[in-house]
């Protein structure tokens, strides 16, 4: 009963660029890349690179926006204007990455600013899911109903291509 989709993180650096243009990348849904940046990338790179992704046909899903320094509120609020979708770890939300990183996701959260919540788990002991108890903690602040679109719903949306409308729901 379990569907798999083929698709990956990229990082944005040279070699991604020649990925893109030569078209040889794994989107989700058919047009969704989940892009990672590093921490010293400028507000200026984001907007840019969601910007050539959009003009060769993509939309960016920028990961993990509460770890980049270049990020606030303000910004994520540009990138969702200028066509990417934002996600933020469940770590985050539940505390487990420093003060800061869960200062920015609530704040991005209560702003409405969140398209995706999901995990960066690399293994089941170091870095393991915790999306139940993100579920949990996201369904008590605020409500389930938000939780269930940002963990169940919009991520189904992204992998079956339907991401048209996804930031005003």
């Not at 798999?4 to 660029?17: A, G, I, M, Q």
């Not at 992998?159 to 005003?168: K, R, W």
């Given at each position: 009963?379990?569907?798999?989709?083929?698709?990956?993180?990229?990082?944005?650096?040279?070699?991604?660029?020649?990925?893109?243009?030569?078209r040889a990348l794994l989107p989700m849904g058919g047009t969704v890349l989940l892009?990672?940046?590093?921490?010293?990338?400028?507000?200026?790179?984001?907007?840019?690179?969601v910007e050539e992704l959009r003009n060769c046909g993509f939309t960016a899903l920028i990961a993990h926006v509460e770890r980049?320094?270049?990020?606030?509120?303000?910004?994520?609020?540009?990138?969702?204007?200028a066509g990417a979708l934002i996600q933020v770890n469940?770590?985050?939300?539940?505390?487990?990455d420093g003060r800061y990183a869960k200062r920015l996701?609530?704040?991005?959260?209560q702003a409405g600013a969140v398209d995706?919540?999901?995990?960066?788990?690399?293994d089941t002991h170091a870095r393991p899911p915790r999306l139940?108890?993100?579920?949990?903690?996201?369904?008590?602040?605020?409500?389930?109903?938000l939780a269930e679109d940002l963990m169940n719903t919009n991520p189904e949306k992204i992998?079956?291509?339907?991401?048209?409308?996804?930031?005003?729901e």
């Open positions: 009963g379990i569907q798999v989709f083929l698709s990956r993180e990229y990082h944005v650096d040279r070699l991604f660029r020649e990925r893109l243009h030569d892009t990672e940046f590093s921490s010293f990338h400028s507000r200026e790179a984001l907007l840019a690179t980049y320094a270049a990020t606030e509120r303000a910004l994520a609020a540009e990138l969702r204007a469940a770590d985050a939300v539940l505390g487990l996701a609530w704040e991005l959260l995706v919540i999901a995990s960066d788990a690399h139940r108890a993100c579920m949990e903690r996201l369904s008590r602040k605020l409500g389930r109903e992998l079956t291509g339907n991401v048209q409308g996804l930031q005003s």
